[in-house]
Every structure is written in structure tokens, then in C-alpha cells.
């Protein structure tokens, strides 16, 4: 039997303080509700993510009042977006969403301790340095927690609702029994990541959020406060280790596989140490039940190469505190809330989700993408930086007309390599087949693997070359509950290499 300190209640109990948590908390505070979230970090914190913020994403953070402190910091307001394969470029001017028309990338120590601090200002009491220690049962029905101090008093909340905002590794999710995934996909890719004073200050460079496609690996840059700027590698997972043991030489590697970042970065100095993971399983777990529900990237996580899960973490902690403020007093309405949460998040993310899968497989530069880039570049509407920005669906933009389109365009240049172009094709099909099915015959949890997921990956997530992977998850095990099952190695946690000079 635990020894309780102190014994409270609240409306609303969020484990973890970051996107999702702060946002939920917003939702629910500008209710009139009283919410207590709590997160083992002390901020201003970092975490093991990049942060790119596309216009939607930056939208959303207007959406619950944190953007005034984010711009304080001045982040670059980058207003162009760019894609560019082997010397084939699109360059793009961002649309307005909800009257943002410029992305940003503000570090998470600050853009998190923003989001904390606007969710203190509607409300919310954040408590920094507590832990969840374990949940608390009223049949079946979680009716609060206990949760540790900094100083180690253990004190009992009882709640309505409890929400875990505890990202990929929840611990909410592990004691709900809702830990491991009932859908998800193998990732190809890993993450290897620097930041540096950004030789191209006071160029049009610092106004553009830029993808330089080149061999298997796409390095992502993008401009940063105090003439800062983050480089990012994203090629094959099995890569992280030689990042890690030499990150010099792997830089040097970069620039000469890929000659534009050598442009973009070539004389750059002053790096931070690299960051790294190789560990990036895409999946959806059960994110709503009797008094819980998971927020962020504990319900859902889509692989990083597409940045988008700050935006969706953010939007759609907002909204299950919108939607479930007033179902607080009843237990049944406020499960329906939460549970139409969860299925409005899988409707609206379910084609990004896809597109994750795909740009996550480990593939050479695609001639179809080089003419999709070729059409799409200058245009306006920008159909391309639609999909970054969630005006379109991925498999709108490239649709089964423009595809084909590209496919033809493609296979008549002089010297194409017709055969792979054609198996490019058929599997670009089946891809699209599948986000299309789901599209127009959506199902609650659906369980069906479609042509994007790569149904073998192991879970707990392992970083590959760092440890023994473990058997293909079973599927159908993912609704059920498995009290068993750890969190994963947390690659944050990985030795970092000696900083680069
Ligand atoms: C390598 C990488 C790069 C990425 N790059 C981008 C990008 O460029 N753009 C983008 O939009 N998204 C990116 N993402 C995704 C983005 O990081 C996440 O989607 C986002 O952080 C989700 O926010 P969250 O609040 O759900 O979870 P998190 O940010 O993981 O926050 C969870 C919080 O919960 C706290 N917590 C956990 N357990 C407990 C506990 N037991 N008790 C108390 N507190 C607890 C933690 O301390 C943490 O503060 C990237 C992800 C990775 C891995």
C-alpha cells in the first residue's frame, strides 16, 4: 500500500507538460475547468526532437495563445518552403492558413516552455519535476493518480479525467493497457542532427525551410534564432552508429554525397554536439477509455521526415480539452467525448500517417518525383508545400492523374531506367490504393494493414545496431492489454559523440 502525503482533486490530471499537454490544458482551463499537468522535466527543457513548424503547425500555436512568446524569441519567419533532388529544385511560396503564411524553428526548450507557460496563464497549474507513479481505479474506471515530487511527497489527485501527454514511451498508455500499438509501420529511416551558425545570414537562404534529396539521404535545414541554423540527415537507420562513433567524418561524408547542402552549409562552424535516433516507428495506439484519454505522441506517432507532430500534438490537445470540457460531469458523455477525439484525429491524420510511411522507406532519388518537382516548382496554388501544410492530402496533390502524368514524363527521358520506373509505379499504386480506401471507408481502429505500413517492426522500438531486435509485433495482441511491456531505449539517452569543432 502506498503512502500518500498529500491527498487533492481536479477536474483534469495531464501527465506530461509539453505540445500536447500544455495544449490540452489550455483547452480545458479556457473552460473554466481546473487542471492540474504535471512533467518530470523542469523547463525552459530540451528533448530529443527537431522543430520545424510548418504554416498550420504555427497556426496552431496561435490557435492557443502561445505565439506572442514564441516570436519573442525571433525566430527566421521562413515564408518559402523548398524541395530539391539531385539539381531538380521546386521552390515555393507558402499559402496562408488561418492568416500564418510563414513557417518557423524555434528550439523545443523554448517553444515547449512557451506552450507551459501559456497554458499557466489560462489557468492550468503546471507542476514541474513530478512523476506519475501509478494510476488509480474506481472499478473500471481510472479515477486519478499518484504522482511524486520533486522533494518525494507522494500525492494522490483524484480526477474525472486523466490524460496522458507522455509521448512515444507513455506510461499512462503502459498502465491503461493500451501500451503496445494497434497499427504501426517499421521505420527505414534514422535521425542525425547539428546545429550551427548559419554561414548565409543575411540571404533569402534564412527565409527558406529547404528538403536536398541526394543517394538515400535527405538532409532537412532550417534556419534557427541567433543566426543559427539545424541540419538534419534522415538516411538509413543502420547509418546511426557510424554517426555517432565519428560524427566529423560523417559530415564530411554528407557534403560530398549530397553537393547542394554543401552549398547551402559548406564553411559552417561553431556545431553543437549531434543529436541521434534511430528509432522512429510510426503507430497508433487506443487513445481513449473509462476516464483516460492519450494525447500527442502518446496515442500517435508518424515518422519525423514529414514534421508534423508538434502541429497535431498541439491541435489536437486543444481540442480534446474543447471537447471534453463539457463532459466532465458525466462519465458516459465524457467517454463518447473522448473516443470522438480519438477517431477525428485518426480522419484528419491518417493520409499524413501514410505519407510518413512512405517518405520513411530508404530509396534513391525517384525520376517521377524529379518531374513532380520540375512541374510543381514556382506554382501557385503551392500544391507541394499543401502537403507540409495540411491544406491537401498527400494522395490529393500526387493524385492517380498527375502521377500518371509524371510516370509518362519520366519514362521518355533519354537514357530512364524504364523497368524501375515501372516498379516505382506499381508500388506508388498500391500505396495509394490503400490511403484512397481509407479515405472513403474510414474505420474506428482500423486493424487492416494497407501497401505504407511495414507491418514487421519490433516493439519496444530498438535503436538497430545497439541492440537484440525482438519479435514482430503480433497485431492482434494490440488490443488487448499488456501490462508486461517496457519503454523502449530512449536514444536521447544514447552517449553523445564528442562535439564537433
Ligand atoms: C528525432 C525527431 C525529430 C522530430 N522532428 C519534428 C519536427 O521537426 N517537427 C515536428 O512537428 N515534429 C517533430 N517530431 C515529433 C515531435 O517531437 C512530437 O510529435 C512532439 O514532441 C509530441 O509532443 P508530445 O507533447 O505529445 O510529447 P513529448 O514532446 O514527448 O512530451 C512528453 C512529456 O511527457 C513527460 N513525461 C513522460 N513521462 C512522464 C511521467 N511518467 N511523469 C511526468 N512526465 C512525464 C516528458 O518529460 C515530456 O516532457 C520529431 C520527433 C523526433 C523523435
New binding site residues.
Given amino acids: 500500500m502506498t503512502e500518500i502525503d498529500r491527498h487533492e482533486s481536479t477536474d483534469v490530471l495531464i501527465?506530461?507538460?509539453?505540445?500536447?499537454?500544455s495544449a490540452a490544458a489550455i483547452g480545458f482551463a479556457r473552460a473554466g475547468r481546473s487542471v492540474v499537468a504535471?512533467?518530470?522535466?523542469k523547463f525552459p527543457?530540451d528533448?530529443?526532437?527537431?522543430?520545424?513548424?510548418f504554416p498550420s503547425?504555427v497556426a496552431e500555436l496561435q490557435a492557443v495563445g502561445a505565439l506572442g512568446r514564441i516570436l519573442a524569441h525571433d525566430p527566421p519567419k521562413c515564408t518559402h518552403g523548398m524541395v530539391e533532388a539531385d539539381g531538380v529544385r521546386c521552390l515555393q511560396r507558402f499559402a496562408t492558413v488561418d492568416g500564418i503564411d510563414y513557417g518557423i524553428c524555434l528550439p523545443r526548450p523554448e517553444l515547449?516552455h512557451a506552450l507551459v507557460e501559456t497554458a499557466r496563464e489560462a489557468g492550468a497549474e503546471v507542476r514541474e519535476r513530478?512523476?506519475?507513479q501509478e494510476i488509480l481505479w474506481t472499478g473500471k474506471r481510472v479515477s486519478g493518480a499518484v504522482v511524486r515530487e520533486r522533494d518525494g511527497a507522494l500525492v494522490q489527485i483524484d480526477c474525472k479525467l486523466l490524460v496522458g501527454?507522455?509521448?512515444?514511451?507513455?506510461?499512462v498508455a503502459r498502465l491503461v493497457g493500451a501500451e503496445r500499438p494497434y497499427r504501426g509501420s517499421r521505420n527505414e529511416r534514422g535521425?542525425a542532427f547539428w546545429y550551427m551558425d548559419d554561414p548565409l545570414v543575411g540571404t533569402e537562404w534564412r527565409e527558406r525551410l529547404i528538403q536536398l534529396r541526394s543517394g538515400t539521404t535527405h538532409a532537412l535545414i532550417f534556419p534557427c534564432p541567433e543566426g543559427r541554423v539545424m541540419c538534419l540527415f534522415m538516411g538509413p537507420a543502420e547509418d546511426i552508429p557510424r554517426y555517432r562513433k565519428d560524427p566529423e567524418a560523417m559530415w564530411e561524408a554528407m557534403l560530398d554525397a549530397n553537393p547542394a547542402v554543401r552549398v547551402r552549409l559548406g564553411g559552417a562552424t561553431n556545431f553543437s554536439k549531434l543529436r541521434s535516433?534511430g528509432d522512429?516507428v510510426a503507430f497508433h495506439r487506443r487513445s481513449s477509455g473509462p476516464g483516460w484519454a492519450l494525447?500527442?505522441?502518446?496515442g500517435h506517432?508518424k515518422d519525423?521526415i514529414i514534421?508534423?507532430?508538434?502541429?497535431?500534438?498541439v491541435r489536437f490537445?486543444r481540442i480534446l480539452g474543447e471537447t471534453c470540457a463539457p463532459a466532465l460531469g458525466d462519465p458516459k458523455a465524457l467517454d463518447a467525448a473522448t473516443r470522438a477525439v480519438e477517431a477525428r484525429r485518426d480522419r484528419e491524420c491518417n493520409a499524413t500517417y501514410h505519407w510518413g510511411n512512405r517518405e520513411s522507406r530508404v530509396f534513391g532519388v525517384s525520376p517521377i518525383v524529379q518531374e513532380a518537382l520540375r512541374d510543381l516548382d514556382g506554382q501557385d496554388p503551392p500544391l507541394l508545400l499543401h502537403m507540409f501544410d495540411r491544406v491537401q492530402k498527400p494522395h490529393h496533390v500526387l493524385n492517380p492523374l498527375r502521377g500518371a502524368k509524371y510516370a509518362a514524363r519520366a519514362l521518355m527521358r533519354r537514357g530512364a531506367d524504364r523497368p524501375a520506373i515501372l516498379r516505382e509505379v506499381v508500388e506508388e499504386a498500391r500505396i495509394d490504393v490503400g490511403a484512397w480506401r481509407e479515405e472513403l471507408r474510414p474505420r474506428f481502429r482500423n486493424t487492416r494493414l494497407t501497401a505504407s505500413e511495414r507491418g514487421d517492426y519490433v516493439w519496444p522500438p530498438r535503436t538497430p545496431g545497439t541492440t537484440t531486435p525482438e519479435p514482430p509485433a503480433d497485431r492482434a495482441a494490440g488490443i488487448a492489454a499488456d501490462p508486461t511491456a517496457g519503454g523502449a531505449a530512449d536514444a536521447a539517452a544514447a552517449p553523445e559523440p564528442a562535439a564537433l569543432t
Avoid at 528533448?47 to 513548424?53: A, E, F, I, K, Y
Avoid at 494525447?295 to 502518446?298: C, E, F, L
Fill in positions: 501527465i506530461g507538460s509539453r505540445c500536447a499537454g504535471i512533467d518530470r522535466a527543457s528533448t530529443l526532437s527537431t522543430h520545424v513548424n503547425a515547449d513530478t512523476a506519475l501527454a507522455d509521448g512515444r514511451r507513455s506510461t535521425c535516433t522512429n494525447a500527442g505522441d502518446a506517432f519525423p514534421g508534423q507532430g508538434i502541429r497535431d500534438a490537445g
